[in-house]
């Protein structure tokens, strides 16, 4: 399990660049495999869950990730999906789960 805090962590400090949780996750698990090794027939599957609420984090580790990974997200973030505001500031995107929640009865979060 992988949590990447982006969203409006970037008020507080310099957010932590994807690189840095993918080369932890590899000093973790011992996966020094890179993607021409898998292609060779030594094939270890890691599975991630990846709890986030930044789309481009979503993105960006997914770009990032080896081939042979396989990436799961968590349910917040495919739940509040659909309530994802475009064109928000940092501040209402991140905001408005609350609202959300409460209009849904608790489903999101």
Known sequence: ???IRWGDKNMEMPLV???KYIQAIRNV???NNDDQQQQSG?????HI???TEDPEAVRAFQNAMPSHWTLHLDHFYTEYEPYRRTNATTTT???VAPRI??????KPG
């Open 1 to 3: 399990t992988v949590q």
């Open 17 to 19: 660049e994807v690189d």
């Open 29 to 31: 698990t011992n996966d």
């Open 42 to 46: 030594d094939k270890r599957k890691l």
């Open 49 to 51: 869950l990846l709890c």
């Open 93 to 95: 995107m991140y905001n």
């Open 101 to 106: 929640s409460q209009q849904l009865k608790g």
